[in-house]
Nanobody, 119 residues
Framework: QVQLVESGGGLVQAGGSLRLSCAAS????????MGWFRQAPGKEREFVAA????????NYADSVKGRFTISRDNFKNTVYLQMNSLKPEDTAIYYC????????????WGQGTQVTVSS
């Protein structure tokens, strides 16, 4: 069982930046594709960004392209989400997720970290 712990959330003004981190307990994180998702109050959870096991492939939701950057450090078993030019509509709980490279669905989820962007 892979345990994921997010950190780095907080309150920031519109236009500001935050960097989220996701630390994994699994010593072979390099075997997992990683993703970030978010859920705003009253809304369904939505995809934000994903990065393949080797870091060579990255995907982003249209709403965050050009503002957010996902990266990973497999030696540190950590995945990051750099968020720039934050908007009030980015306010949500952000979740880190992992899936084996042979799976199509994310299997492991963190507990989430709150990001609040004030206008």
């Amino acid at each position: 069982q892979v345990q994921l712990v997010e950190s780095g959330g907080g309150l920031v003004q519109a236009g500001g930046s935050l960097r989220l981190s996701c630390a994994a307990s699994e010593r072979t994180l390099s075997s997992y594709d990683m993703g970030w998702f978010r859920q705003a109050p009253g809304k369904e959870r939505e995809f934000v960004a994903a990065i393949a096991w080797g870091g060579g492939s990255r995907n982003y939701a249209d709403s965050v392209k050009g503002r957010f950057t996902i990266s990973r450090d497999n030696f540190k078993n950590t995945v990051y989400l750099q968020m720039n030019s934050l908007k009030p509509e980015d306010t949500a709980i952000y979740y880190c997720a992992a899936k084996s490279i042979t799976r199509t669905q994310y299997e492991h989820w963190g507990q989430g970290t709150q990001v609040t962007v004030s206008s």
